[in-house]
């Protein structure tokens, strides 16, 4: 019997994880891909399951839901012929180039899962958000990914740089500016919402000052989007900040001295030792970061309730309304939309931007 | 000693190793802003708590006995009126949030270490036959109403007698690095994507609405953040030990549980603590998975916003403050582990 | 005397369930679990009543709370799935048929049949249908009457010699008035007109609020939302059209912020002080004289404003009013209150334990009954309105609350008005009711009050989406129950 444990220990101590993540995840993950081609009611013992087919993803492409999920379409503006018409050449550019270097099946054909996302998204913004249409909650999901992830790397980054400088009170600094991650996304909604208030809130006399006293955020659609990043961004700059600190502190401190000795300046320095150091973790963390930001659901809960209209309404956030309406089958073809979509976006930076760095530094 | 030719710039110092004081003034008024903005927010929180209706409605008042005078009655609220269910949600949160996180840490650093130190090679032909009858199982089950046990009784059989015929047909092989992407591609999910299905798991072997069907669910959301730490962390820590304890006999388990974990102690501090920020406040889920008694207090603060009475924002306050505290005074206690112990995990990327 | 009382319901109830249960006490170890919206509003008031029912009878009745928008789905998949961990749901009346449909819901006729005290006939007609029975027995135990009002600043318009509005052009007309005029004494600008217009939210009500009086004008069998036969929506026409314009056009009035506000927000506007005009449920009169009010005594209640044009259902114009067109009209307005939400109802699970199912009747039956409910209802705290007619017929309760005798009779006199009225209009009372105006009304309302689409998109997409949701659910079924919730008048 020992023997035997003995024998199979390493596999006993991977079985846990495996078993549980197949019985919580993956089960769940096909069981949800199912419900995506029903309509499930319930009712005494239980609930009712029918099958429709592609219906409930036709509804959300091309049927009633399509404006929410992807986006109003009228007429491309020259705008959006001329941004959507770029970036494919440039994407088609890309691939081209692949084709012509050093090229395996594999890679081509990951690569041209990436084009397919690339250039439905391309067009989605030249059709909806350059000719003057709404997007839907994709587009919407973009922004607060993009743009959110963006502020968020900048800002940490920054503050983690200043941190491994040798000041005083850096454990002061560290333990305050890891608090926001500490609150509950819930309870950062709240809390912005009392922040944004522009009657009653801590910056009503700085409205009004600047003569918008009576501008309120939550009506127009650019102004409520940002407020949710900039809580979002608050919230989770903080782990940006840990791990780029972490980073920055992993810089062995030779090579920098060196290189001042040998007369670099700071920035100098800092551009050729510390930040190639620092960017394969920085690849790393953003990519953590998206992968959590694609989920964004709590914040326009509770900050807007998607609205107004529908400006601020994430995919997850979508699908959850279809879940609270009991519309299971909706609930679940948007999460696959969403899954679909972060995969294949996620797992391209992956291998293009990390693993490319990665490689490229051994 | 060599000393620079140049005379420095103002950014520049006129020492190695040193900043200038222009340097200085511009970092130090940066950390101190950032920690206003910090802090600004969670000072009116803090505030808010000792608020009542009229000084949040007519404010904003900003400094307690000046502005306006500072209530106790929020606290009061929350600890003497209700604290039957203040206090329910707080043990709840307590009990799932530690347990879960205990939980997912063990099972994950085990995943981790295994990953780490062992060689595998499953063949990708079996598994996916594996999560073809997983599929099948699930269809049967939820869709014509077989029984699960006769259904799981079925498909194990079927694995174990058709797996080696089924894996032999082609030799693909996957490595650890497979292994360990998929389980930390786990994290991909939305939580939006499996609740549903987790849902009427749970709800069919009645464990709704209890500890334990939260817990699991934490452990397991939270388990790819686990083995991507550790991962890097056990792979950090030099092997000699280890393998002379192995030498003297050792089991696996005995190197793993004597050896290797006091030598990863920042590393696990450091995942703990993550792990049990991301349970404590989880929402979502508690949300699908709860009904009254495994209620959180995530929840307990959404409950705050009593639509017809507005948002109670003054014990909405005290909630959030309460559920800030104990991760605050952890965050403290474990803060010199944070950085050290995502350094190594971070490093390695 | 409580105790007399309870314990007469026990010995009556005792005969119908097996369990041998008597005395003071006699429900010593059960437990019954109630599952509603977060209080204080209608749970705050539960638990209060339930440590008396307790002292009573022993029996322990615990209230859990989830979010508003969560609450009809974890009460239906607890109980469908039968994780049974709620024996009582506590939610909108308009939702229950859904779950009588599912046969989730223990039908309480022999518990009544057996009860002397709850006095059925006092229930207002209205409310002892609607909210009470689904085909002809009864299902649920009221708790609270709901139907919205217009409320207007009397002080205000007497300084601006205005009398309060019949129609909406004259609501409009009064708002613009009024707006920016100083309405608490605080120096600011206040506004002429207060109507939340939040997205999930409860907005969705007041839309249809404004639009039953130019919808229905032929009784309450009428509807507002079908043609009974076929399903086909009644809501792609010009009398929703206008409904949704005039909903639109009272935010000019409103704060700048209006269309974040639920109704929590609005309501601390109007209490303190800041509006002119607001629609509401019957809340508005009890939160008046709280503590903190600043409109104590300067308040008035009155029907929803009418119309002078009704809805012909073959063209789908509007009309004028005649005697034809609009057979219950005064003086040539055509009113319609709309019984919003239909009041916070209790139901008892099928499958509990029939000791736990007996005493959750219990506690509701005492949270229902005069002697109870009729203190309660003069609480604005506690969210619940009057829906019994001792309730509205004395207001020596309600001056003994803190209104004047004159508040009293306005604001009873306005609901009596409304609950009495043969054209009030039923709130939607069919499977998938949420969905239908829960989601795609007010998903397509709020894009609208943002400016994202016109109002004939906004009603285009609502045909579409019902369509959908009915045939869903099976356009016959939904015919079916349809017809059957029309089938209450007055």
Known sequence: MNEWLDRHMGRLFLAPAVTLILIFSIFPLIASLIMAFTRIRFSAGGYKVRFVGWRNFEKQFFGSEQFHLVGTFTQISVLGWIVG??????????????????????????????????LGLTWLFAATFFSGNQFGTIGTTLFYVLIGCAIQFLIGTALAFACSQSIRGKTAFRVIFFVPMMITPIGVGYIFRMMADTTKGPFSEVWQWVGLGNFAWATDPWAARTFIVIAESWQWIPFVFIMMLAAFESVPRDYTEAAELDGAGPWQSFKEITWPHVLPIAATVMLIRAIEAFKIVDLPNIMTSGGPGIATESVSLQSYYAWRSLDLGSASAIAYILLFITVVICVSFFNLVVLARIRKQQ | MSTPIRKPGIFESPRIGEMSRATKVVLYAFLLIWSLIVLFPIYWLIITSFKDAADVNQGPFFIPWVDFQPSLHAWKELFVTDYEDTLRAYLNSIIISLSATALSVLIGSMAAYALSRVEYAPNLITILFFVFLLAMTGLAVGLYGVDWRLAAAVAVALFFFLARAVGNLYQVRLKNGDILFWIISQRILAPIVVVVPIYMMFQSVKLLDTHIAIIITYAVVNMPIVVWLMYDFFNSIPRDLEESAQLDGATMIATFREIVLPLSRTGLAATTLLVMILSWNEYLLALFLSTSKAQTMPILVAAMNAGERGILWWTMSVAIIVMIIPVVVLAVVLQKYISKGLLVGAVKG | MIRKILGGTAIAAAALTAAPAMADGHYDGVTVNILTRPGPVIAGRMVERAEEFKAMTGAEVRVAEVPFAELFQKILTDWATGTNSIDVGVFASGWGVELVNGDLVENLDPYLAADDKIDLDDIAPYFRDFNQKVAGSTYFITLDGDFQMMYYRRDILEANGLEPPNTWDEYLDIASKINGQDMNGDGEPDYGSCIFK?????????????????????????????????????????????????????????????????????????????????????????????????????????????????????????????????????????????????????????????QVKQAAYDFLSYMNQAAQSNIDVTMGWTGYNPYRNSQLEDTSAWIEAGFTEEAAENYLGAIKKSLNHPNMASDFRIPGAQQYTGVVLDRELARYLADEITVEQALANIEEGWEEITDDFGREDQAAIYSLSLGITN
Do not use: H
């Open chain 1, 85 to 118: 018409l770029s970036a494919s050449a440039a994407l088609l550019w890309w691939i081209w180039k692949y084709i012509r270097g050093p090229f395996t099946w594999v890679g081509f054909i990951g690569r041209l899962i990436t084009l397919g996302m690339g």
């Open chain 3, 198 to 354: 939040k997205r999930n939210a409860q907005s969705y009500f007041v839309i249809q609020s404004v639009a039953a009086s130019m919808v229905q004008s032929k009784g309450t069998s009428e509807g507002i939302y079908f043609d009974p036969e076929t399903m086909k929506p009644k809501i792609n026409n010009a009398a929703w059209k206008r409904a949704f314009e005039l909903y639109k056009a009272t935010g000019e009035f409103g704060p700048a912020d209006e269309l974040n506000q639920d109704i929590g927000d609005t309501r601390g506007l109007v209490v303190g002080g800041r509006c002119g005009l607001m629609v509401d449920w019957g809340d508005i009169g009890p939160l008046s004289i709280e503590e903190g009010s600043m409109i104590n005594d300067k308040v008035g209640a009155i029907i929803m404003p009418g119309s002078t044009e009704v809805l012909d259902t073959a063209t789908g114009e509007l009309v004028q009013c005649n005697a034809e067109t609009c057979p219950y009209a005064e003086n040539g307005l055509n009113y319609a209150p709309f019984a919003a939400f239909g009041g916070w109802t209790a139901a008892v699970s099928k499958s509990s334990d029939d």
